[in-house]
């Protein structure tokens, strides 16, 4: 019986690359996070014009995005609940940054819909950096 050892190469000619490339690639997480938020008040707002369909009404401000989870027990409730319209889980309610998507209806943008919003990456509510679901003048 004949063992032949192999030399493995160094990490850095397995991986010339990786120092740079994760250093090139570092900043798409943010704009990943920023991302992510923004298509999660997508779905939020798919959620709510099917529980809007189902019930005539949007949850309100106090029953909040935890009424697409939970049939609301508090006025008024909805009348044709056939939740849950998003996943059960309550993490499903927070953004990339751990925080609580925030929900407000009527709009205080003139808009038919609710106000849904993450506080973004600063975890402040009414900064710039707030991702948002109206429309936003620069």
């Keep these: 019986v004949v063992f032949l050892r ?12 990786t120092t740079r490339f994760r250093s090139q690639y570092m900043g798409i997480q943010p704009q990943a ?5 923004a298509t999660q008040l ?4 798919s959620a709510l014009s099917t529980y809007y369909m189902n019930n005539g009404m949007y949850p ?4 909040g995005l ?4 939970i049939m609301p027990s508090s006025e008024p409730a909805p ?3 056939a939740g849950p ?6 993490t499903a309610l927070n953004d990339a940054w751990d925080q609580t998507y925030q929900y407000r209806y009527p709009s205080e943008h003139g808009r038919t819909k609710p106000d849904i919003w993450s506080s973004g990456p600063d975890m402040q509510s009414g900064t710039t950096d707030d991702i948002v679901n109206w429309p936003v003048l620069q």
């Design 42 to 45: 997508d779905l939020f707002e």
């Design 85 to 90: 319209y998003i996943d059960e889980d309550a």
């Design 66 to 69: 935890n009424a697409l989870r």
């Design 33 to 37: 996070q920023i991302d992510a938020a």
């Design 79 to 81: 009348k044709k609940w």
């Design 60 to 63: 309100t401000t106090e029953q």
């Design 6 to 17: 192999i030399r493995r190469p160094p990490r850095t000619t397995l991986y010339p690359n």
